[in-house]
C-alpha cells in the first residue's frame, strides 16, 4: 500500500519554508531591527533639533503626537519580514513535531483491510523506533525495535520516495513460513479463530475473516478463496532472494539482520515481503498507532491494533 502523505513531500516543503522564514528572521533581529533603529533615532534627533529652534524662536510646538509618529514609522517592519517573523515559529513547531514526533498519512488502499480502511486519517509515531534525521531518514538515536504485530510505515525498497505500510511479521533471525494462507514463525504454527466473513466495502463480495495470533500480538486478517497463498509469477528478483525458498503454494523466508518481513492484513489483496523482499531498518518512518479521522466514516477513529 502506497501510502499518501498529507500534502505531498511535505517534509521537504516544511523545511525549505523554516530555512528561508528563519533566515529572514534571524536577519531581522540582528541586522534590519538595528538599522531601522538607527535610522529612527537619527530621524527623531533631526525632528527634535527642528523643534528646538522653532521653540527658540517662540513658537509654540506640540510635538508629541508627530514625534510618536515618526518613530513608529521608522521601526515598522516591511510586510515581508513580519510575515516571515510571524511564520517562523510555528513552521519551526510543525517540522519538529511531524520530523521527531508524529507524522500523518491517508490510506488510499484496501491492503491493510480490515485493519485500515480507505479514508482512514492515520498518525505514525516517529520516535518509537529511534530518532532519525528529517528528510535523508537517517537514524541517530536506537530506542526501540519494530516487533512482530506491529503496523509500520517504511520507504518502499524499490522506490524510497514511496511510503509504505504493513504489519511485521518477521524481525531479524525469523524463519517465517506462508503455506495454505497460514504462518508458522521459528516453527510454531500462528493461530487462527475463524469470525463472520467480511463484506467488502468497495464491491459486493464476501472474505473469510480471521483472528491471527502472532507472538504478543493477535488482529484480523482476510482471506479471499480460492486465491492461492500468493502468486508465484510475481516474485521479485529482491535483495537477499536466497534467504526465501519458493515453491508453487509455500515459501519459507529466513529474515537477515537488519531487515524485516511485512505483510497486508487483506492477505490476497497485498502486495508485500513475500513479492518484493524484505524491508531495511534504514527505511523504517514509524510505527501507525491512531486513526484520527475518515470523514466517510467518524467511527473509525481508535487506536490501531
Not at 42 to 69: C, M, P, Q, S
Not at 136 to 152: A, H, L
Not at 168 to 181: A, H, L, M, S
Request: neutral net charge.
Amino acid at each position: 500500500m502506497n501510502l499518501q502523505p498529507i500534502l505531498g513531500n511535505f517534509a521537504l516543503i516544511l523545511f525549505v519554508l523554516m530555512v528561508v522564514t528563519g533566515v529572514v528572521w534571524f536577519l531581522d533581529v540582528f541586522v534590519l531591527a538595528r538599522q531601522r533603529r538607527a535610522a529612527a533615532d537619527a530621524a527623531l534627533a533631526e525632528y527634535d533639533a527642528r523643534t528646538a529652534k522653532l521653540i527658540a524662536d517662540g513658537i509654540k510646538v506640540d510635538n508629541n503626537g508627530n514625534r510618536a509618529a515618526i518613530e513608529a514609522a521608522h521601526l515598522r517592519q516591511p510586510t515581508w519580514v513580519e510575515y516571515s517573523g510571524s511564520f517562523f515559529p510555528v513552521i519551526a513547531l510543525v517540522f519538529f513535531l511531524r520530523s521527531f514526533l508524529w507524522e500523518p498519512f491517508k490510506i488510499p488502499s484496501s491492503s491493510m483491510v480490515p485493519t485500515l480502511l480507505v479514508g482512514d486519517l492515520i498518525l505514525v509515531n516517529k520516535y518509537t523506533y529511534g530518532i532519525r534525521l528529517p528528510i535523508v531518514n537517517k537514524k541517530i538515536i536506537e530506542i526501540n525495535d519494530p516487533q512482530r504485530g506491529d503496523v509500520m510505515v517504511f520507504k518502499y525498497p524499490k522506490d524510497m520516495s514511496q511510503d509504505y505500510i504493513k504489519r511485521v511479521i518477521g524481525v531479524p533471525g525469523d524463519k517465517i513460513t506462508y503455506e495454505n494462507k497460514r504462518l508458522t514463525v521459528n516453527g510454531v504454527p500462528v493461530q487462527y479463530t475463524p469470525l463472520d466473513e467480511y463484506l467488502d466495502d468497495e464491491r459486493p463480495v464476501y472474505h473469510k475473516q480471521f483472528v491471527e495470533k502472532l507472538p504478543g500480538m493477535e488482529h484480523r486478517i482476510l482471506n479471499t478463496d480460492p486465491a492461492r497463498s500468493f502468486n508465484l509469477d510475481g516474485v521479485e528478483n529482491f535483495p537477499h532472494r536466497d534467504a526465501c525458498d519458493y515453491s508453487y503454494d509455500k515459501f519459507t523466508c529466513t529474515v537477515p539482520a537488519g531487515n524485516y518481513f511485512m505483510m497486508g492484513d487483506n492477505r490476497d489483496n497485498s502486495a508485500d515481503s513475500r513479492y518484493w523482499g524484505f524491508v531495511p531498518d534504514k527505511n523504517i518512518v514509524g510505527k501507525a498507532f491512531l486513526v484520527w479521522m475518515n470523514f466517510g466514516d467518524p467511527k473509525r477513529i481508535g487506536a490501531i491494533k
